[in-house]
């Protein structure tokens, strides 16, 4: 017992180090600006990509429109900070919250399809939601909202990538991921299984959202400026191709998937348009390679908990699918 | 009521244009149960062969056509050799992830090959205008929808009665059976790919006539919207891909009419999503019944 505290107390330090180390290269301007708003980027676009695997990696579902609720995450806290001057952490807080609220909404009537129907409603929500931010006068319409405080700085980013990453772990672990993962393999044995797998199912895409409009409100902030074409398919592309470039099913995979794209597409920068072209490329031969992605659904040692213990808590818990 | 008819024959262009498309979304799948990122941009591949078929062969407009079709049933089938063809045993999402990098790379390098810019259309018809009821309609509207209309009546005929349309519903019903039966996979796949990529090639030269620009990301919004018409009619299913091309491109064309035209798109897909709500299937496809 006193070992695995110590492992975590190991993990807990190490994180923090790195934040505070990153943090001071970055004040100091050892790393210039410019690559710290990349690794801000990186951090926004693994919130994104982890958020997205629970519902299509853990979950089994084939969600294509998660840009949607990044914008309305960006959008909401948006107003919060440029129309009722609230302190950035309620933004962002209040961003995620209705961001989830809205994706239990949108889910009631989504998943009453499944598969490749599902996709298109997913992606028929993006184009709505995008559609209405562009008719709404309100927030700028096409033109978007403008002067947004700059408040993401690398620490928020940081410490929100970490706690979100901490907490879907946590939760696929959990008995809340034994559900997903049950309704994944067989969604009519998961039934037989007493689970409600409409509610469990919705529990994942507000929780998938919630982390969504966390991201979207980071990243509004961080550029300061946000309008409604940002956030059509062609981002909600970006985050399919990050995270099956990682490999579905493992957060390990999404740090990696969107650590990597990102971090190619600004060392080809220099390639001018030919950049457009080698990334999707490179994508095209890791995926003939390892059609699972870079990790498949593995994950490294340290992310598992460990089995014995794991194996206990099951026999003792019926699932929890309330 | 002049007014109603123009409208009606800008949705049935525009309907039959996105049908054309969806016939390749829904035959792949049918086939394969892959949904073919890529098809939108072998549409837009298509609008360039027939650019520079025309500009530097100067052919008329049925050479145009047919070189063209052809060009791109070789995209096609190239696609699918190099990209498709090594993952068939791998998982579907696998497949989808590597047909939307194609999608990207043909864009992109497109792109970076031929410039961003818009190009017009060179004018393979002279365009003239009737009267009727009181609407004005030109030769233009009605070979896009005379073409459609017989090319999808061609589709059928060739599903419906050759021994390669039999091949291809034995595939989609049974692959393990059809290899029994003799036939091989490979050239069902192949000409599935063929077929749909001439098709969209077909769609790519009639948007290029009827709306006289193309540039290399003209594909990505008409993709979406012709995999939401196969999808609206139920995938897999060849009528399906018609009814749900023209519904589409009479929602649109008079969401457009009565309402501000900025909220087209959001009504497009507001009815898409309560006729998904209706028939989860799609409005011609059959209940799915999973078992064990």
């Known amino acids: 017992m006193s070992k695995s505290r110590s492992k975590r107390l190991g993990f807990w330090l190490v994180i923090l180090a790195l934040g505070v180390g990153m943090e001071a290269l970055g004040q100091f301007e050892i790393i210039d600006g410019y690559v710290m708003q990349v690794i801000e980027l990186i951090g926004i676009n693994i919130i994104l990509v982890a958020s997205l695997n629970l519902i299509n990696g853990f979950l089994g579902e084939f969600a294509i429109g998660h840009a949607g609720f990044m914008a309305l995450g960006a959008y909401i806290s948006a107003i919060g900070t ?74 928020w980013v940081f410490a929100t990538t970490i706690l979100t990453l901490v907490i879907l772990r946590n939760l696929v672990y959990s008995n809340y991921g034994r559900v997903w993962i049950a309704i994944r393999e067989n969604v009519i044995a998961a039934e037989m299984m007493g689970i409600n797998v409409n509610r469990a199912k919705l529990k994942a895409f507000a929780i998938a959202g919630f982390f969504a409009g966390l991201a979207g409100a980071l990243w509004g902030h961080m550029l300061q400026y946000i309008n409604p074409s940002s956030f059509t398919y062609l981002k909600s592309t970006d985050m399919l191709v990050m995270l099956y470039l990682g490999g579905l099913g493992s957060l390990t995979g999404s740090v990696l998937g969107a650590t990597l794209m990102t971090g190619l597409l600004e060392v080809l920068r220099d390639f001018g348009v030919w950049r457009m072209v080698i990334s999707p490329l490179i994508l095209l031969i890791i995926m003939l390679t390892r059609p699972l992605g870079l990790l498949g659904n593995r994950e490294p040692r340290f992310v598992v908990p460990k089995e014995p213990k794991a194996a206990e808590e099951v026999s003792h818990n019926v699932p929890a699918a309330r | 009521m002049s007014y109603f008819i123009q409208q009606l024959l800008n949705a049935l262009q525009l309907g039959s244009i996105y049908a054309l498309i969806a016939l390749g979304y829904t035959m792949v799948y049918g086939v394969l149960g892959l949904i073919n990122f890529a098809h939108g941009d072998i549409f837009m591949a298509g609008a360039f062969f027939g650019f520079f078929i025309a500009v530097m062969l100067k052919l008329s407009l049925i050479p145009t056509l047919l070189l063209a079709m052809f060009l791109a049933a070789v995209l096609g089938i190239a696609i699918e050799r190099v990209a498709y063809r090594p993952l068939r045993k791998a998982p579907r999402m696998s497949l989808i992830i590597t047909a939307l990098g194609v999608s990207l790379f043909l864009e992109n390098f497109t792109r970076a090959t031929l410039g961003g810019q818009q190009r017009s259309f060179p004018k393979l018809l002279n365009v003239q205008e009737f009267a009727l009821g009181g609407a004005t309609v030109t030769n ?49 796949v192949m000409a599935t790919f063929g077929i749909g990529s001439a098709l969209a090639a077909t769609a790519g030269i009639l948007v290029g006539m009827a709306y006289p620009v193309i540039d290399p990301y003209m594909g990505i919004a008409v993709g979406w919207k012709a995999f939401i018409a196969a999808v609206l ?45 209706l028939k989860p299937t799609g409005l011609l496809g059959r209940p799915v019944v999973k078992k064990v």
């Open chain 2, 140 to 188: 233009l509207q009605i070979l896009i929808i005379v073409v459609s209309l017989v090319l999808m009546l061609l589709l059928r005929y060739v599903v419906q009665k050759t021994m390669i349309g039999k091949a291809m519903r034995a595939v989609s019903d049974n692959k393990e059976v059809l290899a029994l039966m003799g036939i091989s996979l490979d050239t069902v």
């Open chain 2, 233 to 277: 009619g139920g995938i897999g299913l060849i009528d399906g891909a018609l009814v749900g091309g023209l519904i589409l491109g009479f929602v649109e064309i008079f969401a457009a009419a009565l309402l501000p035209s900025t909220y087209r798109d959001g009504i497009a897909f507001a009815i898409l999503i309560i006729v998904l709500l």
């Open chain 1, 82 to 155: 440029v129309k009722f001057h609230l302190p950035f952490v309620v933004a962002l807080l209040v961003g995620g919250l209705l961001t989830a609220g809205v994706a239990y909404l949108i889910g009631i009537p989504a998943f009453k399809t499944f598969g490749d129907y599902l996709a298109v409603i997913t992606l028929g929500f993006n184009m709505i939601i995008v559609n209405l931010l562009n008719n709404i006068e309100y927030v700028g319409g096409p033109r978007g909202m403008v002067g947004l405080p700059k408040s993401t700085n690398f620490l």
